[in-house]
């Protein structure tokens, strides 16, 4: 499985930006594909998820803010990020979940995509 990360940038506070991963190979028709993201100095952080039934989840510092979705035909999840704040500065990473009920679950991870807010 390969995550490819892509949509990071330099935007000014209250900007946006939309980020996007391409996910390649084996994904369980139970699944969680999800954004987490690491500050300097900082412990890697969810930002938010969604399962392969739909279902989100969010941090409260990005509720309101920040929407995740996903395309299941094309194997992407994008997370669209509205009035950005510098505290949302940090390379954030895509993730998929693999679940198998009988096994336990596979974790992979892409990249990181550097976003940056500042004036």
């Known amino acids: 499985v390969q995550l490819q990360a892509s949509g990071g940038g330099l935007v000014q506070p209250g900007g946006s930006l939309r980020l996007s991963c391409a996910v390649s190979g084996s994904i369980f028709s139970v699944n969680y594909m999800g954004w987490y993201r690491q500050a300097p100095g900082k412990q890697r952080e969810l930002v938010a998820s969604i399962t392969s039934g739909g279902n989100v989840n969010y941090a409260d510092s990005v509720k309101g803010r920040f929407t995740i979705s996903r395309d299941n035909p094309k194997n992407t999840v994008s997370l669209l990020m509205n009035t950005l704040k510098p505290e949302d500065t940090a390379v954030y990473y895509c993730?998929?979940?693999?679940?198998?009920?009988?096994?336990?679950?596979?974790?992979?991870w892409g990249q990181g995509t550097q976003v940056t807010v500042s004036c």
């Open positions: 993730n998929l979940k693999n679940i198998d009920f009988s096994k336990g679950w596979d974790i992979y």
